[in-house]
């Protein structure tokens, strides 16, 4: 079963864009597994609360230009 997880800033994405994300990832397993492959697709998009992800020992939040208008 293929499998792919996304995590992102929580409120980044906006369910259309979710959908796209799920719609695109699919196809592109497809592709790779043939189309026998695409009932057993698992696409999983986590949402990371702000200050829940860092890098280089600076902790994040998402600022709000960057929110999607439907999260």
Do not use: C
């Not at 397993?29 to 600076?58: N, Q, S, W």
């Not at 709000?64 to 208008?69: F, K, L, Q, V």
Request: no cysteine.
């Amino acid at each position: 079963m293929p499998f792919a997880n996304f995590k992102v800033p929580e409120a980044a994405l906006s369910r259309a864009q979710k959908e796209e994300i799920v719609h695109r990832t699919t196809a592109m397993l497809v592709e790779y597994f043939t189309e026998a492959a695409r009932p057993h697709t698992m696409v999983l998009i986590e949402e990371v609360k702000d200050g829940g992800y860092a890098r280089a020992d600076e902790v994040f939040t998402i600022p709000d230009a960057y929110r999607a208008p439907d999260a």
